[in-house]
């Protein structure tokens, strides 16, 4: 307990502060040295048990949905001693949190910045941060990348930047340059432009999406630009096995994916070269997989999340809405893995049809022309059910596109000449501001589908 106190103490105070490059290298020192002679996964979970102590009495204290929500619960703080005694509390859910005023624990002159979620489905939801949350996500995050990383950071950041409120691009840059590197953030628009930017500055590392590195990979093959990169950084949707050994196998980088969400403070894991999964951070979380039905502890399930350095609007058993299991990955870090396996619940109810939208997704690559985002909206006309699908690619058919749907749903052609579903198609629609390949917006009134 001793040491864990003192580590908890030193990680604080580098976290807090304004670090400069030069005291981040040093500490990714420290650290690597630590993860040489083998940290004790005991000493991590003590010092998290102390964060979620802390955590817990300060929303109870400073929340008004957790001091009710530990009323109605017949729960008292002091029981919260590990992450074991969490289970008696219920979940917080993605609805609960569209009222953000009950979950924010400081006033409004303390807020420093917000974000809104740009996930695969529904309304985008409002999550706040103070100055103080900022630089210990920007200097946590920068650690982590000069522990593995220690040469120059020249990195291009091909990430969305028209949605604004999005927290990847915004924070993509601020942790590059507290990590001592130049960011170039150009966005996330025509493959063609960013193939441009990278032959001006000639970056050795690209900060992406999946989705986004594959078009840009593709537009890299055409124009014969090959130029060695030493890092990819991936994140914002699940990286497949393919496209990774395509990235690696063109531009020789290493590959190094995250997950996380707005929600939760932006990328919280980090799955390395040869990881089996993403491991997460402890320091910042408190992770469970629970059965998504019964709510109990579970070896795949749903992630659920307990935030233990947040400000603003610490969350409490937050259900995420995406899938994993437990995962061994036999390497250095101290931190428990998971394996990604999608969205609880990816399936859209619309005039009588269960559509999954990964499965729709699927089906339009195999139209001429399209690009890698889709978008599919959900909406009433008239006590209908209406199924929009938007598309990249100006010279694509809207045709095609119906009938690559039916021929994965012919049951939707069915109810569509039934006069039970309306079914539009929109073509060379622009979706560059869209971070994720998949997006899923349900706007009919009392949608039981939740944002992520």
């Known amino acids: 307990m001793i040491l864990a106190q003192t580590i908890d103490v030193a990680l604080q105070a580098f976290e807090t502060k304004i670090a400069s490059p030069n005291r981040v290298l040093q500490a990714a020192q420290v650290i690597d040295s630590f993860l040489d002679r083998g940290v004790d996964a005991t000493v991590v979970r003590d010092i998290q048990a102390r964060r979620l102590q802390k955590t817990v009495q300060y929303a109870v204290e400073r929340s008004t949905f957790y001091r009710e929500l530990f009323e109605r619960s017949g729960v008292s703080p002091d029981t919260i001693r590990d992450s074991e005694d969490l289970q008696v509390l219920p979940f917080t859910t993605s609805e609960d949190i569209r009222d953000f005023r009950a979950f924010l624990c400081v006033s409004d002159d303390e807020l420093a910045a917000v974000f809104t979620t740009a996930g695969s489905t529904g309304d985008p939801k409002q999550v706040y941060y103070t100055l103080e949350e900022l630089e210990r996500i920007t200097n946590f995050s920068a650690l982590a990348l000069r522990v593995r990383h220690r040469s120059k950071l020249r990195t291009l950041i091909a990430l969305p930047m028209r949605h604004g409120l999005w927290m990847g691009s915004a924070t993509a840059e601020n942790i590059m340059r507290r990590a001592g590197g130049l960011p170039i953030p150009v966005g996330a628009g025509d493959p063609r432009d960013t193939i441009g930017w990278m032959q001006r500055f000639g970056p050795n590392l690209v900060a992406s999406s999946p989705s986004y590195m594959t078009a840009l990979t593709e537009e890299a093959q055409r124009a014969g630009y090959q130029r060695p990169l030493d890092v990819i950084m991936l994140g914002g949707e699940m990286l497949?096995?393919?496209?990774?050994?395509?990235?690696?196998?063109?531009?020789?980088?290493?590959?190094?994916?995250?997950?996380?969400?707005?929600?939760?403070?932006?990328?919280?894991?980090?799955?390395?070269?040869?990881?089996?999964?993403?491991?997460?951070?402890?320091?910042?979380?408190?992770?469970?997989?629970?059965?998504?039905?019964?709510?109990?502890?579970?070896?795949?399930?749903?992630?659920?999340?307990?935030?233990?350095?947040?400000?603003?609007?610490?969350?409490?058993?937050?259900?995420?809405?995406?899938?994993?299991?437990?995962?061994?990955?036999?390497?250095?870090?101290?931190?428990?893995?998971?394996?990604?396996?999608?969205?609880?619940?990816?399936?859209?109810?619309?005039?009588?049809?269960?559509?999954?939208?990964?499965?729709?997704?699927?089906?339009?690559?195999?139209?001429?022309?399209?690009?890698?985002?889709?978008?599919?909206?959900v909406d009433k006309v008239d006590m209908v059910d209406e199924l929009t699908i938007y598309v990249e690619g100006e010279e694509v058919s809207e045709e095609s596109v119906r009938e690559a749907i039916f021929s994965v749903y012919p049951q939707a052609r069915t109810s569509v000449e039934a006069g039970q579903l309306l079914f539009d198609v929109a073509a060379g629609t622009d979706l560059s501001d869209q971070i994720k390949a998949l997006s899923v917006v349900d706007s009919r009134p009392h949608s039981r589908r939740s944002a992520s």
């Open 240 to 377: 497949t096995d393919e496209q990774e050994a395509a990235f690696r196998d063109y531009w020789g980088a290493e590959i190094i994916d995250s997950y996380g969400t707005t929600e939760i403070g932006g990328a919280q894991t980090i799955s390395l070269p040869d990881c089996r999964g993403f491991h997460l951070n402890d320091f910042h979380l408190v992770t469970e997989i629970v059965d998504p039905h019964s709510g109990q502890a579970a070896d795949e399930g749903e992630l659920v999340f307990t935030t233990i350095r947040r400000e603003a609007m610490p969350l409490l058993r937050y259900r995420s809405g995406d899938r994993a299991r437990w995962v061994e990955c036999p390497d250095r870090i101290p931190l428990p893995a998971v394996e990604l396996l999608g969205r609880i619940d990816d399936m859209i109810v619309a005039g009588d049809v269960n559509l999954y939208g990964r499965v729709l997704a699927e089906a339009l690559t195999e139209v001429p022309g399209t690009g890698r985002r889709v978008r599919i909206e």
